[in-house]
T-cell receptor, first 115, second 109 residues
Framework: GAVVSQHPSWVICKSGTSVKIECRSLDFQATTMFWYRQFPKQSLMLMAT?????????EQGVEKDKFLINHASLTLSTLTVTSAHPEDSSFYIC???????????FGSGTRLTVV | RKEVEQDPGPFNVPEGATVAFNCTYS??????FFWYRQDCRKEPKLLMS???SGNEDGRFTAQLNRASQYISLLIRDSKLSDSATYLCVMDTGRRALTFGSGTRLQVQP
């Protein structure tokens, strides 16, 4: 079935550094990729929607200059957390809709810890 | 008011028990509904879609009540492996999925 491969699975970084998270669609083309963030014991919150070849759409309250999204091809979308701070520590996960499949396909998630 | 409301639990039940979760939603334009399962520190995985006519998949039964704007999930003969967080999810057709905060189930031996 359709798979979204997400890397890295976990990352620990120092405050002020940037971290890039990649999501690749395998065996299908993802024109749209959704990026979510999940804090402990909370629901997945949509951060932004990335569209291949155009600018991402960010949800209210999400800083577009801090969370850079690039969707340069139909199989790759990236989220870069710039100048990370401890409050950015969270579980980041991408998702794509696959034609003909109920629901959405998720990447395996990236657990970011900023120290 | 949250778009999707769920009882966070935890629901602690013995093996073999029957347990039911409910979820209410506020957006009447919601078109599709799902139950996802999320294990600790893992991505959500689709458990089943939810239809007005109700649907069953083995030990799991889901039901949608559009008039009252709630969906339910029934798990019969609970197994230890059913321990997880169950997410109530909807698709309004306009953008990404909307997730509830989840109901945690702990099945005990």
């Amino acid at each position: 079935g359709a798979v979204v491969s997400q890397h890295p699975s976990w990352v620990i970084c120092k405050s002020g550094t940037s971290v890039k998270i990649e999501c690749r669609s395998l065996d299908f083309q993802a024109t749209t990729m959704f990026w979510y963030r999940q804090f402990p014991k909370q629901s997945l919150m949509l951060m932004a929607t990335s569209n291949e070849g155009s600018k991402a759409t960010y949800e209210q309250g999400v800083e577009k200059d801090k969370f850079l999204i690039n969707h340069a091809s139909l199989t790759l979308s990236t989220l870069t957390v710039t100048s990370a701070h401890p409050e950015d520590s969270s579980f980041y996960i991408c998702s794509a809709r696959v034609t003909g499949v109920d629901g959405y396909t998720f990447g395996s998630g990236t657990r970011l810890t900023v120290v | 008011r949250k778009e999707v409301e769920q009882d966070p639990g935890p629901f602690n039940v013995p093996e073999g028990a029957t347990v039911a979760f409910n979820c209410t939603y506020s957006n009447s334009a919601s078109q599709s509904f799902f139950w996802y399962r999320q294990d600790c520190r893992k991505e959500p995985k689709l458990l089943m879609s939810v239809y007005s006519s109700g649907n069953e998949d083995g030990r799991f039964t889901a039901q949608l009540n559009r008039a009252s704007q709630y969906i339910s999930l029934l798990i019969r003969d609970s197994k230890l492996s059913d321990s997880a967080t169950y997410l109530c999810v909807m698709d309004t057709g306009r953008r990404a999925l909307t997730f509830g905060s989840g109901t945690r189930l702990q099945v005990q031996p």
